[in-house]
T-cell receptor
Framework: GAVVSQHPSRVICKSGTSVKIECRSL??????MFWYRQFPKQSLMLMAT?????????EQGVEKDKFLINHASLTLSTLTVTSAHPEDSSFYIC????????????FGQGTRLTVV | AQSVTQPDIHITVSEGASLELRCNYS??????LFWYVQSPGQGLQLLLK??????LVQGIKGFEAEFKRSQSSFNLRKPSVHWSDAAEYFC????????????FGPGTRLSVLP
């Protein structure tokens, strides 16, 4: 199988602080991972494409300085929400594919971020 | 640009009844099409996918979907719904050249009456 794990599953942080979310491919190497954001009762919106060893590619309207993505290894990508505000509260999900060009992606279980 | 519509925001069916969730897409070429299910507070689970070949695709949990190019549709069906099927269902389209980057539909919430 292909398992993608996210950590933490839930996090509460204070306004102004930063929080890091990890996305790991447990049994395969992923040169590319994707980060999605899901607002309550809405669909998933792609935020950025995380590329191992290079800079992430952000979708239009996503602040790259606020949502820092680091893909330091073939099995780990991290999303850091910097100087978090209540409007950053959301459900964040990552996905990864086994091979470049592969059409199937495997999703993590998501992280519920609440900023108070 | 790709887009996906799911006309039904919320559907309620009785347990044992049949189910059809609608999905329409817009894409310039033959798309890669997916259906995912999401339980509350959980990630996404792949139900089925269509890349090419037989337009009727079988998935897990008794689900199937039919790709109709003329209607730009990829509707999800199940002949007999179980209470455990209550969840949010997302249709998604992937680009042919790099299909891991998905565009998701808005989702359809399924409620199941006992």
């Amino acid at each position: 199988g292909a398992v993608v794990s996210q950590h933490p599953s839930r996090v509460i942080c204070k306004s102004g602080t930063s929080v890091k979310i990890e996305c790991r491919s447990l049994d395969f190497q992923a040169t590319t991972m994707f980060w999605y954001r899901q607002f309550p009762k809405q669909s998933l919106m792609l935020m950025a494409t995380s590329n191992e060893g290079s800079k992430a590619t952000y979708e239009q309207g996503v602040e790259k300085d606020k949502f820092l993505i680091n893909h330091a290894s073939l099995t780990l990508s991290t999303l850091t929400v910097t100087s978090a505000h209540p409007e950053d509260s959301s459900f964040y999900i990552c996905s990864a594919g086994k091979e470049r060009g592969d059409t199937e992606a495997f999703f993590g279980q998501g992280t519920r971020l609440t900023v108070v | 640009a790709q887009s996906v519509t799911q006309p039904d925001i919320h559907i309620t069916v009785s347990e044992g009844a049949s189910l059809e969730l609608r999905c329409n897409y817009s894409y310039g070429a033959t798309p890669y099409l997916f259906w995912y299910v999401q339980s509350p507070g959980q990630g996404l689970q792949l139900l089925l996918k269509y890349f090419s070949g037989d337009t009727l695709v079988q998935g897990i949990k008794g689900f199937e979907a039919e790709f109709k190019r003329s209607q730009s549709s990829f509707n999800l069906r199940k002949p007999s719904v179980h209470w455990s099927d209550a969840a949010e269902y997302f249709c998604a389209v992937g680009a042919q050249n790099y299909g891991q980057n998905f565009v998701f539909g808005p989702g359809t919430r399924l409620s199941v009456l006992p």
